[in-house]
């Protein structure tokens, strides 16, 4: 009996169990599904028919023959109904009043089983050293017809699923998911009725061989299982997140307390410029910039072990050697009973770079890169404030290039962009310490000079002077450039900036005309 119950072990109750594991890993993987949920009923159903093979070959006769009528046969109704609901899951079909009923009419089926046993039984007989069963004709019909009646509508809802699928709007990857589902099911469902009609001529003939239609059942359930995992009907939730990690247009990195990569997605690798398996285990301090360096590590061990998420920028080195600003948040999570942190990083380097532009046109000039009207006004109140505390001059130099309007004329407008580029190179080159220049506007530049004394700023006007005229060649054409100066002093020429710069362009047209 030893060899022989090992035998039952192997073709029934192995096959159940890896069926009620099979429901259970479909059911977990997401519960509040009603696809997830139909298709674990339907693989639960299903480990009931080895289940019921299983108690045949063990139980008295009598036990087991109304165990197998009700946990095999009389289940068989409820699979059909089950598989109709999940055929109409996967075709996106809307589920109405009549899908209901089309779908619950295999269960009159039970009516037979129920209310006229001695029409609708099977039988268990002793044939050797092993049990075989038959059915009477009416439950034998009766299957038989509910087979038929399951097969036309399922190639009717796969029909009108095909249809659903192929409209305007669904990806090709829907409706190949769709393709590979509906061919499996309707060869194994063909493969099962085959083999029960083979079964069936065989025992007429003596040939009992029961044994293989639970199979086709078997091949028909790891069907729906790979179907459903290999196209994501079953995503689980580590797959939900594996896809997001991998497609993000975000870099996503773990690190553990000591800072060390453990996982890095394709969007970091590129962001950086270096493959996985070169990150993996590397620190993510080794990634940053000196300067950055220092105070992500003291901010880190604090943020890391209170759990802090951490929202800041971080100034990356790529692989050529080239900065990269990346906007950082983290969070925690604990693996194997350690805190580690995961950092999702966006690329930040272009806005960035947009965003200090923007801001330096619109407080410089962006033809000479000087200071426009609007910081020479603000940088006058800061500086104004400062010579107040600190008993010193300010003075406003304001200078207009000599016979420039000429230039322009008689050589173009390019050739007069180079000589105010010119102009304002010179006059960064003599500027003090906490001095600012501007251009105002045309050939027109202030200065804002801080002094002890008048002398200080007389000294300065000289060095100007002698930066500002000069002969220079451009485009082989030689231009003698000098500016007229004019001066005025906050507190005794006026104390607003307006009132400043007005008295200094008196100070300069005068000049101008003294030379004429």
């Known amino acids: 009996m030893l060899p022989l119950f090992y035998m039952y072990l192997l073709i029934s109750f192995i096959p159940f169990l890896l069926l009620f594991a099979m429901a259970c890993e479909v059911y977990f993987r997401s519960r509040n599904s009603t696809v997830h949920q139909v298709t674990a009923i339907l693989l639960l159903l299903l480990s009931m028919i080895f289940l019921s093979d299983y108690n045949m070959n063990l ?126 099911i309707l060869i194994i469902l063909l493969i099962i009725i085959i083999t029960f009609v083979v079964v069936y001529i065989a025992s007429i003939y003596g040939l009992y061989l029961s044994f293989l239609s639970p199979f086709g059942i078997l091949l028909f359930a790891f069907t729906i299982r790979y179907a459903m995992v290999g196209f994501d009907f079953l995503v689980t939730s580590d797959h939900k997140y594996k896809l997001l990690f991998n497609i993000s247009s975000n870099g ?56 802090i998420p951490i929202n800041k920028i971080l100034f990356l080195k790529r692989e050529n050697g080239k900065a990269l600003i990346l906007e950082m948040k983290s969070n925690y999570m604990e693996l194997e009973d350690k805190q580690h942190a995961y950092l999702i990083l966006r690329d930040i380097t272009i806005k960035k770079q947009n965003e200090d532009k923007l801001q330096f046109l619109a407080y410089h000039d962006p033809l000479t890169e000087l200071g426009n009207r609007r910081l020479f006004y603000d940088r006058f109140h800061e500086m104004n404030n400062k010579v107040k505390d600190e008993d010193s001059l300010l003075a406003v ?49 202030a200065i804002l000079i801080m002094a002890n004394d008048e002398k200080g700023i007389e000294d300065f006007v000289n060095v100007l002077h002698h930066h500002i005229h000069d002969r220079i060649t451009i485009n082989g054409n030689e231009h003698n450039i000098a500016g007229s100066v004019g001066i005025s002093i906050a507190g005794r020429d006026g104390k607003d900036v307006d009132s400043l710069l007005k008295h200094a362009d008196k100070a300069m047209y005068k000049v101008k005309e003294e030379r004429k």
Request: hydrophobic share 45%; net charge positive; aromatic share 12%.
């Open 59 to 184: 139980l008295p006769i009598q036990d087991a023959t109304s165990f197998v009528l009700y946990f095999k046969y009389a289940n068989t109704y409820f699979i059909m109904t089950c598989l109709i609901y999940f055929i109409l899951l996967i075709c996106n079909l809307k589920i109405s009043f009549l899908w209901h009923l089309i779908s619950l009419i295999p269960l009159l089926g039970l009516i037979g089983i129920v209310f006229m046993p001695s029409h609708f039984y099977n039988e268990i007989a002793e044939v050797g050293n092993r049990r075989i069963e038959s059915l009477s004709t009416p439950l034998l019909v009766s299957i038989s017809i509910a087979l038929v009646y399951l097969t036309f509508w399922m190639i009717f809802i796969f029909r009108k699923g095909y249809k659903h699928v192929k409209q305007p709007g669904q990806s090709l990857n829907v409706l190949k998911r769709f393709s590979f589902i509906m061919k499996s």
């Open 252 to 307: 996503i990195i773990l690190i553990n307390n000591k800072g060390v990569i453990l996982e890095a997605n394709p969007s970091f690798c590129n962001m950086i410029g270096k493959e996985r398996e070169v990150l993996l285990q590397k620190n993510i301090v080794s990634l940053l910039k000196a300067y950055d360096g220092e105070k992500y590590i003291s901010s880190f061990t604090e943020f890391f072990h209170s759990s």
């Open 397 to 445: 130099v304001l200078m207009d290039l000599d016979k420039f309007k000429s230039i322009n004329d008689r050589f173009g407008h390019a050739t007069g962009d180079l000589v105010l580029q010119h102009v304002a190179n010179q006059i960064l080159r003599c500027l003090p310490e906490h001095s600012h220049a501007s251009r105002m506007g045309g050939d027109e530049f």
